[in-house]
């Protein structure tokens, strides 16, 4: 706790060809395809040239259609479709050295042996890069592709994630870092006192165990969490190692810092043994009226129907039901993205948007924080959030990709390295030295 002497930690949140929802239109960006490893590569190389902590896959396990209960508007308007995360950061590890590799998995469309053994085998292969966001996924359209009609309530899917967790990690330690032998001589491969059967009985779940897998080089991969509810904090601050958040202000970051962090006691945790980094759009111009007319630009190529498919399926609502010409009417709590739904409702009435104009600001960052400026400029936000205990570093949203990530790692990072802010070179190998993580002792079940 308290950044003075700390460096800060950066993500890169790579989503599509860009964030904004205009950002695949951006003029002077290159055109990749979202279907060719090169991009991939491409995008992961800008960031480890950056020197970020790491970069990150985010999910939606169908193609947005809560809006009007059809993906006319998300298939006509944005990048849609997604390759698997987990998929990607497992051919990106072969072509990096360094940078951290994060990937999102549904703990209510998922089982824990499968998924403790995909991102066990990740660490492996990247020699300990790997990291897992844990979400409980956001709305039916996913469910409707797991044999349900209806996605499982706010509380219920937390339970769920609850034992997920539980069971994941006793997979993970169910080989002692040491059980490998592999000794010729006496035909010994590994030794079976030093692996461990989980028997695991529970409300959701019934997992025997050990993991196919043994123990990976971090111990155990990174946990990301990014839920903010008050259910969603509790999680995080039971489980998280890194949190990812949508935070419109210094001081709404300054109170969620506050809150997770108190809040890990509960869960005796070492306050700062958690990683928060609130998401941010840098649009990043030489002048600041360069930055200014790229940001209008953006915002002139993106439909609302884009914001407002992104935003249905965020709130797992149909807002296609109501006027665009009028402001969001006050809707029950959804049963989707609950942190996010309160950010917008207030966002909307703070600024008398109608639903057309919420969709174009949704549609460009997804209520995230833009922040429009030179380099400098930049770097000074980044700098009071970090040194006012509003965060332990950012988690970077491109407007577009690769041109708005290169131009952040050509720009703003030296502006950060030169205020001593962020690492010149990596010093260390696995995700864990990059974020200044112990590495877990296996908890060994006498069972
Ligand atoms: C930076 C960031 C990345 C996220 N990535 C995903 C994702 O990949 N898939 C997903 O279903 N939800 C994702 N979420 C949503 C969260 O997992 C969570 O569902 C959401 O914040 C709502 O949680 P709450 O209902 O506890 O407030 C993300 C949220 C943030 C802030």
Redesign the pocket.
């Known amino acids: 706790m308290g950044n003075i002497n700390s460096s800060m930690h950066l993500g890169a949140?790579l989503y599509a060809v860009g964030h904004h929802a205009g950002g695949w239109r951006y003029p002077d960006n290159e055109i990749c395809s979202l279907l060719d490893l090169e991009y991939y590569k491409k995008v992961a190389e800008i960031a480890e040239k950056g020197k970020f902590d790491l970069i990150?896959?985010?999910?939606?396990?169908a193609i947005p259609d809560r809006f009007g209960n059809n993906f006319n508007a998300s298939v006509r308007y944005f990048a849609s479709f997604r390759l698997d995360?987990v998929v990607l950061i497992t051919a990106i590890s072969a072509v990096t050295n360094r940078i951290g590799l994060a990937?999102?998995a549904?703990t209510t469309y998922n089982e824990p042996f499968a998924v403790a053994r995909a991102f066990a085998t990740i660490d492996h292969l990247s020699k300990g890069r790997a990291s897992w966001?844990?979400?409980?996924?956001?709305n039916d359209g996913?469910a409707m592709n797991f044999s349900r009609e209806a996605h499982l309530d706010?509380s219920t899917r937390?339970e769920r994630a609850q034992e997920f967790l539980e069971v994941v990690i006793r997979l993970w330690d169910s080989w002692e870092d040491d059980a490998l032998v592999i000794d010729r001589e006496t035909g010994v491969y590994a030794n079976p006192d030093k692996v461990h059967y989980v028997k695991h009985k529970g409300q959701f779940f019934q997992v025997r165990g050990p993991l196919n897998v043994p123990r990976s080089p971090q111990g155990r991969p990174v946990l990301?969490?990014?839920?903010?509810?008050?259910?969603?904090?509790d999680?995080a601050a039971r489980w998280a190692e890194v949190i990812?958040?949508?935070q419109p202000s210094l001081d709404a970051a300054r109170e969620f810092y506050k809150d997770i962090n108190g809040r890990m006691a509960k869960y005796n945790r070492e306050p700062g043994s958690v990683k928060i980094?609130?998401?941010v759009m840098p649009i990043v111009g030489e002048t600041e009226a360069e930055a200014k007319r790229k940001e209008a630009l953006l915002s002139d190529l993106v439909h609302p129907l884009a914001g407002l498919s992104l935003l249905s399926d965020?709130m797992n609502y149909d807002l296609s039901v109501h006027d665009l010409d009028q402001p969001l009417p006050e809707l029950a709590t959804a049963r989707?993205?609950?942190?996010?739904?309160?950010l917008v409702s207030k966002l909307a009435k703070e600024e008398g948007l109608t639903l057309a104009q919420l969709g174009k600001r949704f549609g460009a960052s997804r209520s995230?924080r833009i922040l429009t400026g030179t380099p400098a400029q930049i770097a000074d936000s980044f700098e009071e959030w970090f040194e006012k205990e509003a965060c332990d570093g950012f988690?970077i949203?491109p407007p577009y990709l690769p041109g708005g990530l290169n131009e952040f790692v050509e720009l703003v990072v030296p502006e950060l390295q030169k205020r001593g802010l962020f690492r010149h070179e990596y010093t260390g190998s696995t995700l864990r030295d990059h974020l200044g993580l112990q590495r877990p002792e296996p908890v060994i079940d006498p069972k």
């Not at 990150?56 to 396990?61: C, E, I, Q, S, V």
């Not at 990301?224 to 904090?233: E, M, T, V």
């Open positions: 949140f990150f896959f985010a999910d939606r396990l995360p990937a999102t549904s966001n844990v979400v409980t996924s956001t996913e706010h937390y990301i969490q990014a839920g903010s509810s008050d259910r969603g904090r999680f990812f958040t949508a980094m609130p998401g965020s989707g993205n609950q942190s996010r739904q309160k995230h988690n949203m």
